[in-house]
């Protein structure tokens, strides 16, 4: 059996719907879901796929996430896939998470099977300002209205309804490719 285990850091929720949604898909194959400081050295040197996700923080991953990663072992052969939520309309304001996601998974010469992101509110209206601070433009200043009121209500049914699917096509592409390493296809 594949050895599956979601790990996730999320602050106020978002993230952590969309973790229960492909945990809800994968539960059947003993995937296991953990919060990013919950997981155990065993659970991650013993697993063949490992699915991450975790909120956009000032346009990177957050650092409690990043911890975890930078103490993964050499040479581990894990498949990976990713999700995230972010809440500004803009994707200079998280294109630069995805390029961490590439570097780690360049570093560790790992295969990433899939990114699954979507909208999630913005829930602590005060810190807005302090993100958007990292982009110096007029032509920004609205930024932190539609921010607000565009990323309201998400993660929302339809969402989640993806992040099901993209479950299911990871566990796809996972099957397919141990399939094939074992010669059964
Ligand atoms: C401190 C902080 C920094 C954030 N930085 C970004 C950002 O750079 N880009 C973005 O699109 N959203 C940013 N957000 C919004 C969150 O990524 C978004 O609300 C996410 O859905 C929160 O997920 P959670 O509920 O799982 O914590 C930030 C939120 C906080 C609180």
Redesign the pocket.
């Known amino acids: 059996m594949i050895k599956i285990v979601i790990i996730?850091?999320?602050?106020?929720?978002?993230?952590?719907?969309?973790a229960k949604a492909i945990h809800s898909e994968l539960e059947r194959e003993g995937a296991i879901l953990k919060k990013v400081d919950e997981v155990t050295v065993s659970e991650l040197t013993d697993a063949d796929m490992v699915v991450f996700?975790?909120?956009?923080?000032?346009?990177?991953i957050?650092i409690k996430l990043l911890s975890v990663i930078k103490k993964v072992p050499d040479r581990i052969q894990w498949k990976v896939a990713w999700f995230?939520?972010?809440?500004?309309?803009?994707p200079d304001?998280?294109a630069?998470?995805e390029k961490r996601i590439q570097k780690f998974i360049d570093e560790y010469k790992l295969e990433l099977l899939g990114i699954f992101k979507c909208?999630?509110?913005?829930?602590?209206e005060q810190?807005?300002n302090?993100?958007l601070t990292?982009r110096l433009s007029s032509k920004q200043q609205d930024l932190g209205e539609r921010?607000l009121t565009e990323?309201k209500g998400?993660?929302d049914d339809s969402e989640i309804e993806q992040a099901k699917r993209f479950a299911l096509e990871i566990l796809r592409k996972i099957q397919f490719t141990s399939h094939k390493k074992y010669g059964q296809i």
């Open positions: 996730y850091h999320s602050k106020t929720g978002n993230t952590e719907k969309i996700g975790s909120p956009v923080h000032f346009k990177s957050p995230y939520t972010f809440s500004i309309p803009d304001f998280h630069g998470y909208l999630g509110e913005f829930k602590e810190l807005v302090k993100v990292l921010t990323s998400h993660p």
